[in-house]
């Protein structure tokens, strides 16, 4: 038996590496700002680090926070049977939070929530949805655009369709008119996303009622 003190590691990615690494990539300041706004979680949960801390130690466990930026040699130094890795953050394109149950993977560490594969799916929105679908869990149809093209055209919709970033999340790329009546009118928030955020655009039927979440 290990006689290492059971750890919880949280893996989070900082909002400034991720607006640094945006800007590097050839993103305006201001966009790359607002995509890094989605982790804004990893700003708000710092000053609650001391408190994690010492309720970790109640419970007889010791506690890290870890930058993703460190996670690949902090991870390889842990030992599998005193180890739990929580992941702050997803993502897998603008954002980089899905490599870090996979480096848990890679390191035998047991993870706290969905496994790698899951993180790698579900930041698509389009692919998730096939997925489910397939499984036939009841999902909505979606088009898929690029730039103002169709990679897949969207399904039929007397209330009109919705339209939103694919990879994106916390409302970036959603604006007063993303509900349109028109599949021109979606094409064109495909360019505007494109142009913004080098996005896709999911185009899915309106469907009225509250938002839940």
Same mark, same amino acid.
């Given at each position: 038996m290990s006689s290492r003190k059971p750890k919880l590691i949280l893996v989070y990615e900082p909002e400034k590496a991720c607006f640094d690494r945006l800007v590097v990539e050839g993103?305006? *300041?201001a966009r790359a700002a607002e995509i890094a706004s989605y982790l804004a979680q990893s700003t708000d949960i710092a000053p609650e680090f001391d408190a994690l801390t010492a309720a970790c130690l109640t419970r007889g466990l010791s506690f890290a926070p870890v930058a993703l930026d460190d996670a690949a040699?902090?991870?390889a130094g842990e030992g599998p049977d005193t180890t739990l890795v929580w992941t702050l953050?997803?993502?897998v394109a603008y954002f980089r939070g899905g490599a870090a149950p996979a480096l848990a993977r890679l390191n035998g560490l047991n993870v706290l929530g969905a496994d790698d594969a899951l993180f790698a799916l579900c930041q698509d929105k389009?692919?998730?949805? @096939?997925?489910?679908g397939a499984l036939?869990? *009841?999902?909505p149809r979606s088009?898929? @655009?690029?730039d103002g093209r169709w990679l897949v055209e969207p399904p039929a919709s007397p209330a009109g369709w919705f339209v939103k970033p694919n990879r994106l999340g916390a409302k970036i790329g959603i604006w007063p008119d993303s509900r349109c009546a028109d599949l021109g009118h979606a094409l064109e928030l495909s360019r505007r996303?494109? @142009?913004a955020y080098r996005d896709d655009v999911v185009v899915q039927p309106y469907v009225a009622g509250r938002n839940a979440r």
């Amino acid at each position: 038996m290990s006689s290492r003190k059971p750890k919880l590691i949280l893996v989070y990615e900082p909002e400034k590496a991720c607006f640094d690494r945006l800007v590097v990539e050839g993103h305006l *300041p201001a966009r790359a700002a607002e995509i890094a706004s989605y982790l804004a979680q990893s700003t708000d949960i710092a000053p609650e680090f001391d408190a994690l801390t010492a309720a970790c130690l109640t419970r007889g466990l010791s506690f890290a926070p870890v930058a993703l930026d460190d996670a690949a040699n902090v991870l390889a130094g842990e030992g599998p049977d005193t180890t739990l890795v929580w992941t702050l953050t997803d993502g897998v394109a603008y954002f980089r939070g899905g490599a870090a149950p996979a480096l848990a993977r890679l390191n035998g560490l047991n993870v706290l929530g969905a496994d790698d594969a899951l993180f790698a799916l579900c930041q698509d929105k389009f692919r998730s949805g @096939a997925v489910l679908g397939a499984l036939g869990l *009841p999902v909505p149809r979606s088009g898929l @655009a690029r730039d103002g093209r169709w990679l897949v055209e969207p399904p039929a919709s007397p209330a009109g369709w919705f339209v939103k970033p694919n990879r994106l999340g916390a409302k970036i790329g959603i604006w007063p008119d993303s509900r349109c009546a028109d599949l021109g009118h979606a094409l064109e928030l495909s360019r505007r996303v494109f @142009a913004a955020y080098r996005d896709d655009v999911v185009v899915q039927p309106y469907v009225a009622g509250r938002n839940a979440r």
